[in-house]
């Protein structure tokens, strides 16, 4: 490594090879004698062998790409499809229960059971944590197939403790809420990953939505009677 060197007589700046280190010598401009510097320690960064080069060929390209996170975000076409989806589900539902579809407890459980992965991917999608690796694929449809289905269990659940439960007080919804609430934040924090506040509010989302879709249905306000949401 050269070694920077100044003459005392002429200041004239010049590097010299570091093999004359230590040694005297006349200034090639004002032959003023030089004394050269002692050479410097060097210091030395040890990296594992592979990255020795810097991570790059020797033609100077990177060896290892880095890799780039990857996000589950809308786009326009996506959202578009979603509102579309979300206005025929309501005008479906609407039509259904004008023609009495949705009488029958049965017909209740599977429009619940088709409408809750739906309802749970939506609130994902708007939830996760942008700093974790979102679920995407075969591993993500799962998830939301596990916890729609758990969804809809609180709701049969409900159903079959409701009318033992309840009596038509308003007190009552704030003994009977909040275990429902938790339950269903346990199951989106087991299924999606999401944070417990978060993993609530899908929840709560989930609530809101079937009560909605209840009503569309014709079947009525859930605090009147006690059936199945939908």
């Known amino acids: 490594m050269p070694i920077q060197v100044v003459c005392p007589g002429c200041k004239t700046r010049f590097q010299v090879s570091d093999r004359f ?5 006349p200034c090639p401009k004002c032959k003023t004698t030089i004394k050269i510097p002692e050479k410097s320690p060097e210091v030395k960064i040890h990296v594992p062998e592979e990255f020795a080069s810097g991570g790059r060929s020797t033609t100077g390209k990177l060896v290892l790409k880095p890799i780039t996170r990857r996000y589950a975000r809308w786009n326009p076409v996506i ?3 979603i509102a579309a989806a979300a206005l025929g589900v309501v005008v479906v539902t609407a039509l259904l229960g004008w023609l009495g579809v949705f009488k ?6 599977i429009g619940l059971l ?8 939506g609130g994902y999608l708007a939830l996760y944590d942008e700093e974790s690796e979102p679920y995407r694929g075969w591993g993500l449809y799962i998830r939301v197939l596990v916890c729609g289905a758990a969804f809809a269990s609180l709701w049969a659940f ?3 403790i409701s009318p033992r439960v309840l009596t038509g007080e308003i007190w009552n919804w704030f003994f009977l809420a909040p275990p429902f609430l938790v339950l269903g934040g346990l199951a989106a924090f087991a299924c999606l990953d999401l944070d417990m506040g978060n993993a609530v ?3 709560g989302f989930y609530v809101i939505t079937t009560i909605v879709l209840r009503w569309l249905a014709g079947l009525g306000w859930i605090w009147l009677d006690n059936p199945l949401p939908m």
């Open 79 to 81: 959202a578009v499809g």
């Open 104 to 109: 029958s407890w049965i017909a209740q459980a």
């Open 21 to 25: 280190a230590g040694r005297t010598g």
């Open 201 to 203: 509010f899908l929840y």
């Open 114 to 121: 088709v409408i809750s992965p739906p309802l749970v991917l």
């Open 158 to 160: 409900y159903g079959h």
